[in-house]
């Protein structure tokens, strides 16, 4: 069931992108982000997807992987651009029963689908070729600044990494549980939206009782192994940006202001 | 190098309707020594009291009475609680519940990035484990995608970064395939002679303790019987009254023996092998 988003499935492979210091990707991937929702122009959209495919293939990961995570979220895309298909108001092109289709509501609806796909196969670009270790280490890293103010960075990252590790172990046990409630006569697949949420609770009740017990013994042999918050921790690799990571970001800003560019000027 | 004095340990808990406090004490009193660079087992049924005893070498509990000595330290100091993990390192039962990290290197490097020690040792170090476990080839691998065997030896290599003196294992293939097993028991085994390291192995499996130096049966808080494989295993019925498997041949060898033949204790099948052919031999 989970086993499909790729969000927190690192592929271990070596490309560029694997090599690229892993503070500098997360602020790229911001930055990815924000330059996708204000670019305008079918010029600039078309020049960002380029962008993004050249990104893929640097990447080194196979393009049906990327496929294939946007599977789950197939629905949400399609529905979003369905209903801005059908919901904004224009000039009408089309109209059939109580639906009318404007030039505007195509316009938003091919956007939308746009922003969408490449929102999701650019975030997990850094996700596929960041381990998750690295990626909550720079997070890590990235909040340190702001543990003068209380905020507990190293707990914040230690956490996400613990989750991270804990997404396939308990996918697992998902599914085992799953089975076995099937087996005892479960079902999990009729009935209307209501009925299928409450079969969930024999679902969820053992999943989150199995997390207690692998949290508490988890935290026994995080005990045991010298896991503490007063000693300085040190880190086997410490990643430090280099030259390389520095002209890598150079190239993506100056190419992603062109592309915003390119909006604002034709 | 292990040493508890008259070790006492009770549960508390508090009924949460009369407000009294219940105790159950788990440990009675346990005297045990356990020389450095020895290969000890620990037998005992579920709820024999085996893991709680396990956990006081670690100082994940420290005693209700009585006193816990790792290399002389006690457990009772909670100054010397870093240097006792240090010293005694512990994996536990369920692999999937004890690896921290999502890659292999990250999961070694646990306990020395938490001690604080300069990445270019830790690096010598998660080598050196990961070699002494033969996992060095998984360096990079998702810890998610080994098998149980793999995993448990990924755990040990976690203890040994700490280069510990000890290793305390509470009951490590319990959850495993027979394959996983014999991997774990191997790395063991080769530990304890190829770098002398202490072993205390908590287990249920016969076979298990048949390959140790010594055997220590606990049932009920209390040890039973204490002594070489061989010695602890010719107690029948002492360990059939406390509900404990014996090894195949060793019950062949008593039920031989009650049957007439002159046939000597045996714990492994080729020494019974022997004699039953040293017997045939004679008749002839």
């Known amino acids: ?266 | 190098m292990l040493e508890t004095i008259n070790l006492r340990f009770e549960f508390r808990d508090e009924d949460l309707e009369t407000g009294e406090i219940l105790t159950d004490e788990i440990l009675h009193g346990i005297d045990l020594k356990i020389e450095k660079g020895s290969f000890v087992t620990v037998l005992g049924h579920n709820g024999s009291g085996k893991s709680t005893l396990a956990k006081h070498f670690n100082a994940i509990l420290t005693p209700s009475s009585g006193n816990v000595l790792v290399g002389g330290l006690n457990t009772r100091d909670t100054k010397n609680v870093f240097d006792i993990r240090k010293r005694c390192g512990m994996v536990f039962q369920n692999p999937d519940n004890q690896i921290v990290a999502a890659i292999v290197e990250d999961e070694v490097a646990f306990a020395p990035e938490n001690l604080g020690i300069d990445p270019k040792i830790i690096r010598e170090r998660v080598d050196a484990s990961l070699k002494a476990v033969e996992m060095y080839d998984y360096m990079h691998s998702q810890t998610s995608k080994l098998s149980g065997g793999q995993k448990q030896r990924v755990a040990i290599a976690g203890v040994l970064a700490m280069e510990p003196e000890c290793i305390v294992l509470d009951e490590p293939t319990a959850m495993l395939d027979p394959r996983g097993r014999r991997e774990v028991i191997s790395t063991i085994k080769r530990l304890n002679k190829t770098k002398n390291m202490t072993v205390v192995l908590i287990t249920h499996y016969m076979d298990e303790a048949v390959q140790s130096d010594r055997t220590v049966v606990i049932d009920d808080g209390k040890v039973v019987l204490d002594g070489t494989p061989k010695e602890v295993f010719s107690h029948i019925e002492t360990l059939d009254k406390i509900g404990l498997d014996i090894p195949q041949v060793t019950r062949l060898m008593y039920k031989l023996r009650q049957d007439g033949f002159d046939v000597p204790e045996c714990i492994t099948v080729d020494e019974a092998k022997q004699a039953i052919l040293n017997i045939l031999g004679k008749r002839k």
């Open chain 1, 1 to 266: 069931m989970f086993k499909d988003i790729i969000i927190g499935q690192y592929i271990n492979a070596d490309s560029v992108l694997h090599r690229l210091d892993p503070k500098i990707k997360i602020i790229l991937t911001v930055l990815y982000v924000v330059v996708l929702f204000i670019i305008r122009g079918s010029v600039s959209y078309v020049l960002f997807a380029l962008m993004t495919l050249c990104l893929v293939l640097m990447s080194n990961i196979k393009p049906k992987v990327f496929i294939k995570g946007l599977k789950p979220l197939v629905f949400i895309i399609i529905f979003t651009a369905v209903m801005n298909l059908l919901l904004t108001p224009g000039t009408v092109m089309v109209r059939f029963w109580i639906f009318k289709i404007t030039y505007e509501g195509i316009r938003s609806a091919v956007i939308m689908f746009t922003r969408l796909v490449l929102l999701v196969t650019g975030t997990s670009l850094l996700t596929l070729t960041t381990s998750p270790l690295k990626l909550t280490d720079a997070i890590e890293t990235l909040l340190s600044p702001l543990s003068h103010i209380k905020v507990p960075a190293h707990e914040i990252a230690m956490m996400m990494s613990i989750a991270i590790r804990f997404i396939p172990t308990l996918a697992d046990e998902t599914d085992k549980i799953q089975k076995a409630q099937t087996s005892r006569g479960a079902d999990f697949q009729s009935g209307n939206i209501i009925t299928r949420a409450r079969a969930m609770i024999p679902l969820l009740v053992p999943l989150f009782i199995s997390a207690f017990r692998r949290a508490d013994e988890l935290a026994t042999a995080m005990d045991s192994r010298c896991y503490n918050a007063t000693i300085k921790r040190t880190k086997l690799n410490t990643s430090r940006i280099g030259k390389a990571d520095i002209s890598y970001a150079l190239v993506f800003i100056c190419t992603n202001i062109i592309i915003i560019m390119f909006g604002y000027i034709i």
